[in-house]
């Protein structure tokens, strides 16, 4: 690696750390993003909506005023006397709903009103899942690119101090080529982690509904993830927001067949008002009655109780799903805290032991350079596995937090 493109990935590695950073927890950024995340607020305006449907469904029909003119002339034999020969008529016309069709309307509107309103819930527990879970991979990334800066700093001391060696006579210049070449091949990986970290933050601030990037400093431990508090499987259906709006659509689409059915029974017409004929004044009375002979709403009747059908298959998708998606999390969460308490933490403390005792025989009596450098690596990357472990342990914990339906 030439040297221009070493100091590159080396700035790359540490430019975060010079910007100011904003401390930042997982809970703010949670708080942050259900403040005003668009998403959110389409989902509130969409509730908006179904309250302004509910609204009108629960109106009844407007009546009618009818004003009609008939056998007026102005020309002609015999003469027109317009107050003897001219029929008025004024009167005003009402639908009336039978079969209780407004609170049918209304029952729906209202079901609608409530689908809406899970849907916002759901909308907010999935921004908190996914803010979550995205701070935790960007916490991990800024851990493994500090992580990878340090070891650059570090292992700058060991080329300086094999250099100075060199100059002694006391260790062949191969060796200083050596650990050039493996600080060489650590600037690159802290320079790919660099890229990573900021990749990740940016999602993170993406998740969280924001359109500005600020550098951030990730305060939350990632060595502390909170415990999962077992749920049964009964409590999770009551509670996800999911399995709520499924049961919801069966709801609705019972209602939906309600008002159908009720929309098959005919609305009378009734008219009532003033007629004048032939220089009398007379009251107008009279009432319209669909004939329900072909169309008695047969098709729409048909369509919701399919509909029906509709939802409760989905309904037990749904149950299906979230059964299946806990199962998951469960097994995942118990596994990723076996692997890092069984195997990678006592690893790393092996690979940190070996790399101690290895250094120090080194600079103590000059003994192989490669079984340093061999030792430095496996530590390096047992560091690298370990940190990345412990972000994807808080992942897990957040996915099972989110199948028992605990975030907010």
Same mark, same amino acid.
């Given at each position: ?9 080396? @700035? ?17 950024? @949670? ?25 009108? *469904? ?23 006397? &317009?107050?003897? +020969? ?24 209202? #079901?609608? @009103? ?6 916002? $819930? ?12 995205? =701070?935790?991979? *960007? ?6 690119? +500090? ?20 100059? $002694?006579?006391?260790?062949? $210049? ?17 320079? @790919? ?18 359109? #500005? ?6 305060? +939350? ?111 995942? &969460? ?7 308490? +069984? ?11 070996? &790399? ?5 025989? =080194?600079? #103590? ?10 030792? $430095? ?8 596995? &370990? ?9 897990? *914990? ?11």
């Amino acid at each position: 690696m030439s040297c221009f493109v070493r100091v590159s990935a080396f @700035v790359l590695a540490i430019a975060p750390a010079l910007l100011s950073q904003t401390p930042l927890t997982l809970q703010d950024a @949670v708080s942050l993003a259900l403040a005003s995340h668009p998403a959110l607020d389409a989902a509130t305006a969409r509730q908006n909506v179904a309250a302004g449907l509910r609204k009108q *469904a629960g109106l009844s029909p407007n009546p009618r005023l009818i004003v009609q003119l008939e056998n007026t002339r102005f020309w002609g034999t015999p003469p027109f006397s &317009y107050p003897q +020969d001219t029929q008025t008529y004024a009167y005003v016309a009402q639908t009336v709903e039978t079969a209780g069709k407004r609170g049918r309307r209304v029952d729906l509107a209202s #079901e609608n @009103v409530r689908s809406s309103e899970l849907g916002v $819930e759901l909308q907010r527990r999935q921004i908190a899942s996914r803010v979550a879970s995205a =701070y935790w991979i *960007a916490a991990g990334s800024a851990r493994v690119r +500090d992580l990878l800066r340090e070891e650059v700093t570090s292992f700058e001391r060991l080329v300086e101090f094999n250099r100075n060696r060199v100059r $002694e006579g006391a260790t062949p $210049e191969v060796d200083l080529l050596r650990t050039e070449v493996e600080r060489d091949r650590l600037t690159g990986l802290a320079g @790919v982690a660099a890229q990573d970290a900021e990749r990740t933050r940016i999602a993170l601030v993406r998740e969280m509904g924001k359109t #500005e990037f600020p550098a951030v400093e990730f305060t +939350d431990s990632l060595e502390r993830p909170d415990a999962v508090e077992p749920a049964q499987v009964s409590q999770v259906l009551d509670r996800r927001i999911d399995m709520m709006l499924a049961r919801e659509g069966v709801e609705q689409a019972r209602a939906n067949l309600r008002l159908q059915q009720a929309n098959a029974r005919t609305d009378p017409d009734l008219q009532l008002g003033y007629e004048r004929i032939g220089g009398f004044d007379t009251i107008y009375a009279a009432a319209q009655i669909p004939l329900p002979i072909w169309n008695r709403n047969q098709g729409q009747i048909e369509a919701a109780t399919a509909d029906i059908r509709v939802a409760e298959s989905s309904l037990a998708l749904t149950e299906a799903a979230i059964r299946s998606e806990l199962e998951n999390a469960r097994v995942e &969460y118990a596994a990723r805290q076996k692997l890092l308490n +069984d195997t990678l933490r006592p690893m790393r403390e092996r690979a940190d032991e070996v &790399y101690r005792i290895t250094d120090a025989a =080194y600079r #103590e009596t000059g003994s192989d350079i490669l079984r340093l450098l061999d030792a $430095e690596r496996v530590r390096i990357e047992t560091q690298t596995a &370990y940190t990345r472990a412990l972000a994807e342990l808080q992942q897990s *914990a957040v996915a099972l937090k989110t199948a028992q339906g605990d975030l907010p």
